[in-house]
């Protein structure tokens, strides 16, 4: 049987020909100036020029502060100045790093002090927490706040007269232009290098996987802080599109913006594709252009049901900060896969191995870690030479990540490495239950999580989180514990049931940040389903 590939790819670099990021916004910009690059939800509207303009002027000031190669962290919510920051800051050939507004003193401290920075450029609310920080960062010298009428918020710093043109900046392909902080499995964050070939990388095989044009129009529902808002953008400015944006995921606001600002693609992450469903149906559902989204964990029971309801193709796809995209579902395979649970097929120019814990390939079907190989990976871990030579022992990305891969090429992803609950000598894949609880009409999201017992080694613990109206009186745990049962071998079904009102501690890649569920004495707060209800025989 032939390996299913994505045969309609094109040629390796067909889809992006520039040499830096900064070259793709100078072209593009000069090509279409009046065409907007971004399009935010409630109207306001930045032509490429105003764009360019803005980045250059922001530019020149940077760069008469510092030398290349200098950090400057960024902390701010989904404001234009965001994008014109960040690409002033890699123009000037310095190193934008990426916080997220809602961090506190101690893990923005974290970042500030790993990354040594040099300047800082906030909202007025985030900037009340790096002030905090700074007094222990001496290096940290300037705190530039956006704060007023949008996008003019860094009008400030920065004039025509010492303006830093884009086709003048210099900067080289290899140089590090990124660094994103990735939460591990122990231990802090570590600061992700990605240099201008990733993002040229990631740009190019998403523009020719999906065919994007003059005429697309992209949907941004993520925080700014993550990559793939400005990878969305790049892609953007490269085909030619406008990326549509909101200024955070709301799914009471999602299909008009959709519908209103003609979106014709989207990349979706999380939990986004259940929310969709579990709001109420609306004529908006078909109203709209979409003709296909790109997301992360396709529910594989509710696939079939999403595509019927909305009337465009989800493709799953997997991937990393570290690794660009790695697997999708081909276009052309989509209907036959529909429910299938697949993540699809190894991306153009992109290898892969399923191997066990002795780095030695694992048959078709076995269950192993994930190992890529491919063009333009990160260049290392800030700081940290050893987990980046860990990570990439053999010349080998090592994902964490358990997946199969059966007769045809489809990979289906089977949960984190470290995220095996062993239970009596049972093996239980985290995300199998967390696939079967969040089909619960009740339930908004939920993590699974081991705790140690003394009898069978680890037990099966569930995180909560109810849909908006619902709580632990309208959803009680037996009705939980029943639902399981229905769809799960007993030695499955959680043990122990924790109800949140607030979303989870989320990784950049929007995975819940498990790290933080296990701290603790984790059975304190739980409700015990041998405590609660029959004895099980298990």
Same mark, same amino acid.
Do not use: C
């Given at each position: 049987m032939s390996l299913v590939k994505h045969d309609d790819a094109g040629a390796p670099w067909s889809g992006v020909g520039c040499k830096t990021v900064i070259e793709i916004i100078d072209r593009a910009c000069r090509a279409q100036p009046d065409k907007p690059v971004m399009v935010f939800e409630e109207g306001l509207s930045i032509s490429r020029r105003q764009f360019q303009a803005q980045i250059e002027r922001f530019a020149g000031y940077i760069a008469r502060r510092t030398k290349p190669g200098d950090k400057i962290v960024l902390m701010m919510d989904n404001r234009a100045e965001f994008m014109i920051a960040l690409f002033g800051v890699i123009a000037a050939r310095c190193i934008l790093v990426s916080i997220n507004p809602a961090a506190q003193v101690d893990d923005a401290g974290h970042i500030v002090r790993d990354s040594a920075s040099v300047l800082a450029i906030a909202g007025a609310e985030e900037a009340k927490i790096l002030r905090k920080v700074q007094p222990d960062n001496p290096e940290l010298k300037e705190i530039i706040v956006v704060e007023g009428a949008e996008p003019d918020g860094l009008a400030a710093y920065g004039d025509d007269a010492h303006r830093l043109p884009l086709a003048d900046a210099g900067c080289e392909r290899d140089e590090v232009?990124?660094?994103?902080? *990735?939460?591990? *499995?122990?231990g802090r964050p570590k600061g992700c290098l990605l240099h201008h070939g990733w993002w040229l990388r990631v740009c190019d095989i998403h523009i020719r996987l999906l065919k994007l044009s003059r005429s697309d129009r992209s949907l941004c529902c993520m925080p700014f802080y993550y990559a793939d808002p400005a990878f969305q953008l790049l892609c953007s400015l490269q085909s030619g599109g406008t990326l549509v944006i909101m200024r955070r995921f709301s799914l009471s606001r999602f299909w008009r913006v959709v519908v209103d600002n003609g979106v014709t693609e989207m990349l979706l992450i999380a939990s986004m594709p259940i929310l969709l469903?579990?709001? %109420?149906?609306?004529?908006? +559902?078909?109203? /709209?252009?979409?003709?296909?989204?790109?997301s992360v964990a396709v529910p594989p029971n509710l696939h079939r049901e999403f595509v019927q309801r909305f009337g465009f193709p989800i493709l799953d796809n997997y991937g990393s900060t570290e690794a660009t995209i790695n697997t999708r579902i081909p276009?052309?395979? /989509?209907? %036959?896969?529909?429910?299938?649970g697949s993540v699809g097929v190894a991306m153009p120019e992109c290898e892969l191995r399923i191997?066990? +814990?002795?780095?030695? +390939?694992l048959p078709v079907g076995k269950v192993g870690e994930l190992l890529v190989r491919a063009p333009d990976l990160f260049v290392g871990y800030l700081n940290r030479p050893e987990a980046f030579a860990e990570t990439m022992r053999g010349?080998?990305? /090592?994902?964490?990540? !358990?997946?199969?891969?059966? =007769?045809?090429g489809f990979y289906y992803f089977m949960g984190r490495k470290k995220d095996v609950i062993r239970r009596s000598g049972e093996n239980i894949a985290a995300t199998e239950v967390e696939d079967v609880l969040r089909t619960h009409p009740k339930i908004m999201e939920v993590a699974v999580?081991?705790?140690? +017992?003394?009898?069978?080694? =680890?037990?099966?613990?569930?995180?909560?989180?109810?849909?908006?109206?619902n709580s632990e009186v309208t959803l009680p745990p037996a009705e939980i514990i029943a639902y399981c049962e229905e769809r799960l071998a007993r030695f499955k079904v959680p043990r122990y049931l924790e109800y949140r009102d607030t979303d989870f501690p989320r990784t950049p890649s929007m995975r819940v940040q498990?790290?933080? !569920?296990?701290?603790?004495?984790?059975t304190a707060k739980a409700w015990d389903r041998e405590r609660h209800a029959k004895p099980s025989k298990s």
């Open positions: 232009a990124n660094i994103y902080y *990735t939460s591990g *499995t122990t469903l579990k709001g %109420e149906p609306s004529p908006l +559902d078909r109203q /709209h252009k979409v003709r296909a989204a790109v276009m052309e395979r /989509h209907d %036959e896969m529909i429910g299938s191997v066990d +814990d002795q780095d030695q +390939d010349g080998w990305f /090592h994902t964490g990540d !358990l997946l199969r891969v059966d =007769e045809r999580v081991p705790v140690p +017992d003394p009898i069978r080694g =680890e037990e099966v613990k569930a995180y909560i989180l109810p849909t908006d109206g498990k790290e933080s !569920l296990k701290e603790g004495d984790l």
